[in-house]
């Protein structure tokens, strides 16, 4: 486990060609360098700056304070201290509410060290991904719950559950790999959703709260490390319990990802 050195960097075909093998893609948020080049000491292939920092870093009860600034900064400290990892940044509320600001914001993250950007929203978000891919800008699609639009869902709440709502997510999951998302995330959806939108794919699915199926899986750092305040969401296992260090914690992590042991039955949702 972990780099060796002189090992190259993951890129997206080497995620594209373990999704195709079946082996599984450890993703974790991340910060700063401390927890970044931690991280790549434990062999997490790709490394999210999620808006999250909105909730774990600023204190916020939602992400929409965040701004694209704020996801740069906490980009650049990540880059910085990565040696190998696929650098994937959040673009956070209203960044991308037309291509032009989509293609600025974009470009903020990819000059401060992303090598991907990723984006919430399904069909109604095609013309951006578009765009944005046309000129050169990797992104990652992200479907289920929608963090960003939680003041106008009134909460986080599982989504896909009706068959309904289910055959409606696998066309926009569908509809963001057509139009060149390289990577999707799920997100608190049915884990036999996850499942299908997976089958239906050829691009890797990273899943949280989205079942085993997914090509891969992630958390945010300090919710799999059990320090975030409040009661955490059912996906959420805490890694540190039974373990001596940080380090060690994200070992248990990657192990238990690789070997489909996490998550289990009880991190996911019923259809
Ligand atoms: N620390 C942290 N972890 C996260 O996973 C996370 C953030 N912050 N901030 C942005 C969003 C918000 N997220 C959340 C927040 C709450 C639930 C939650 O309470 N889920 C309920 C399900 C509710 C239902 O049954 O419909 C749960 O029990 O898991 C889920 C995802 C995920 N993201
Ligand atoms: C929870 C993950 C997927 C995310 O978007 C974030 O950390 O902001
Ligand atoms: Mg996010």
């Not at 870093?57 to 990540?78: F, K, L, N, R």
């Not at 990565?82 to 990819?110: C, K, R, T």
């Not at 869902?153 to 696998?170: E, P, R, T």
């Not at 805490?238 to 238990?256: M, P």
Request: with cysteine; net charge negative.
């Amino acid at each position: 486990m972990g780099y060796l050195q002189g090992e190259k960097p993951i890129t997206i075909s080497k995620l594209l060609s373990m999704s195709a093998e079946g082996e599984k893609i450890t993703m974790l948020t991340a910060y700063d360098s401390t927890m970044s080049a931690l991280l790549n000491r434990c062999g997490v292939e790709t490394i999210l700056i999620g808006d999250s920092l909105g909730n774990v870093i600023q204190g916020h009860s939602s992400t929409t304070p965040v701004t694209v600034e704020q996801v740069a900064y906490h980009t650049e400290c990540v880059a910085r201290a990565n040696s190998h990892a696929f650098v994937i940044a959040d673009l956070p509320f209203a960044s991308y509410g037309d291509p032009a600001q989509a293609l600025d914001s974009a470009a903020e993250l990819m000059r401060a060290g992303a090598d991907m950007v990723k984006l919430e929203g399904g069909d109604w978000q095609i013309d951006i991904i578009q765009y944005l891919v046309e000129r050169s800008v990797p992104v990652c699609a992200h479907l289920g719950l929608l963090p960003q639009s939680v003041h106008i869902l009134g909460g986080y709440k599982v989504q896909g559950k009706s068959k309904d709502a289910a055959n409606l997510m696998v066309e926009q999951a569908l509809a963001c790999e057509q139009a060149g998302a390289q990577m999707i995330v799920l997100e608190a959806i049915p884990s036999s959703l996850g499942r299908l939108i997976t089958e239906s794919l050829s691009i890797p699915t990273i899943g949280i709260g989205a079942g085993a199926d997914c090509s891969g899986q992630v958390l945010v750092l300090q919710d799999m490390l059990g320090i975030s305040p409040g009661k955490p969401p059912k996906f959420v296992k805490n890694f540190l319990d039974g373990q001596t260090s940080i380090e060690a914690a994200v070992k248990a992590y990657v192990r238990e990802v690789k070997s489909g042991k996490f998550p289990g039955p009880e991190h996911g949702f019923a259809g």
